[in-house]
């Protein structure tokens, strides 16, 4: 297994490793668990190879990245949670993404949670985004469970609109 980043009471959040292609194309290559991640659109197997490249040098470059969710119990990769600064933007943007029939477990939830106190306590992070297009109540439950905070509702070159959620370390949170 490739480097355990934590875990949690259900899962095991480890780097990704080039044999999570296909838990990843699961997951990513599912249009209805993608209606609402970028443009709704599933990625291709080349895409998601790109993505472990991309991945790979995020770890590299800052110490962290998209990592694997395994569930404890079956050994299974279920999803994906991490830290990521899409498009170069400054601050650390908080995603994740689960397999279908994962939904309504609780695994989300558990992951941001822990990600969020990962990224602070080990990597320094002060404040931490997050982006939920604003029909998806699901994704703003999770982000809300997991100590975020609505903030602005972000307009969009194309005319819709991203709610935007923030997460501040807190005078509690011990940084190193």
């Not at 991640?37 to 770890?59: F, H, M, P, S």
Request: net charge neutral.
């Amino acid at each position: 297994m490739s480097k355990v980043i934590f875990e949690t009471d259900r899962l095991i959040v480890r780097h990704l490793q080039p044999n999570d292609l296909a838990p990843m194309l699961e997951v990513y290559g599912d249009a209805d668990a993608m209606r609402w991640v970028g443009d709704g659109q599933a990625i291709t197997e080349a895409q998601c190879r790109r993505w472990l490249e991309v991945t790979e040098d995020n770890y590299r470059r800052r110490g962290y990245g998209m990592s694997a969710l395994v569930e404890r119990s079956s050994g299974e990769v279920v999803g994906f949670c991490g830290l990521v600064h899409p498009g170069g933007q400054p601050e650390a943007e908080i995603k994740y993404a689960l397999k279908l029939r994962c939904w309504g477990r609780g695994f989300a939830t558990e992951a941001a949670r822990a990600m969020l106190l990962y990224g602070a306590r080990v990597k320094g992070l002060r404040c931490v985004i997050a982006t939920a297009a604003p029909e998806n109540l699901a994704s703003h439950r999770v982000l809300t469970k997991a100590g975020m905070s609505a903030t602005e509702l972000r307009a969009n070159e194309d005319g819709t609109h991203t709610q935007v959620f923030a997460w501040e370390a807190g005078p509690g949170t011990v940084v190193p």
